[in-house]
């Protein structure tokens, strides 16, 4: 479905990312882990469309992506739910799910997709006509997992869902993930929790300081001595 290929992004004259290349199924949950600064977040806000590539290679089902206006990766099933959450916190709930749906094929199905969200995070379902800023963390964090699937994405891109909330709520979101993959959608998620994100994956991938430097099944990375030097240090055993 996704294929990433010698993608390079840069910040100025600084190197971001560097030749990285991934792939993600149609379905399939894929975890992203590695270091503070190794290059997460660029990664998928590049595939998001948010950074531009200064070469490589994205395709979504064999349509180049690095070819199209960013507001165009949307149309092509792509869905982000940035760090920080990044609500309109003055809008309601009800508001800042409904501008996920701006899409034309989703807008057909708003009302029922909101209810699939408050089925998916039953707190939702009291709050939509409160402001999102008065809403706790974890609550705010479900609005922003269920604005991104009002687009109703093939691939939902995660970026650090668990940042800042109590390991109850974090429990909670991580069963969220589950299902949300389990109906078909695909995820790439970024994680800092390793032992979590790789629990939920099906494959994933160790990135450090802008590169892919071990990928495989999530068993495998578990164990790769790669990932406990990028976490533990060199000395690591």
Request: net charge neutral.
């Amino acid at each position: 479905m996704l294929d990433v290929r010698g993608l390079c992004v840069n910040y100025g004259a600084a190197p971001a990312l560097r030749d990285v290349s991934l792939a993600i199924g149609a379905a399939e949950l894929v975890s992203l882990v590695g270091p503070n600064g190794a290059g997460k977040t660029t990664l998928v806000n590049a595939i998001a469309g948010v950074h531009r590539a200064a070469a490589g290679r994205m395709t979504m089902d064999g349509n180049d992506l690095i070819a199209l206006p960013p507001h165009c990766y949307c149309e092509h099933g792509i869905a982000l739910v940035p760090e920080g959450r990044r609500l309109f916190a003055r809008m309601s709930v009800r508001e800042n799910l409904e501008i996920g749906a701006y899409r034309a094929a989703a807008r057909s199905t708003r009302n029922a997709t909101i209810e699939s969200i408050c089925a998916l995070f039953p707190a939702v379902r009291d709050k939509l006509d409160a402001p999102a800023g008065s809403l706790s963390g974890g609550q705010q964090q479900m609005v922003a997992i269920g604005r991104a699937l009002m687009a109703k994405p093939r691939l939902l891109l995660l970026d650090e869902p668990s940042l800042g909330l109590s390991p109850l709520m974090v429990q909670a979101m991580f069963r969220a993930i589950r299902d949300v993959h389990a109906a078909g959608t695909a995820a790439l998620l970024v994680e800092q929790n390793v032992a979590m994100a790789l629990d939920i994956a099906d494959r994933a991938y160790l990135i450090e300081e802008g590169r892919i430097v071990a990928a495989g099944s999530a068993s495998e990375l578990r164990d790769h001595p790669d990932l406990r030097r990028a976490y533990l240090g060199a000395a690591a055993r």
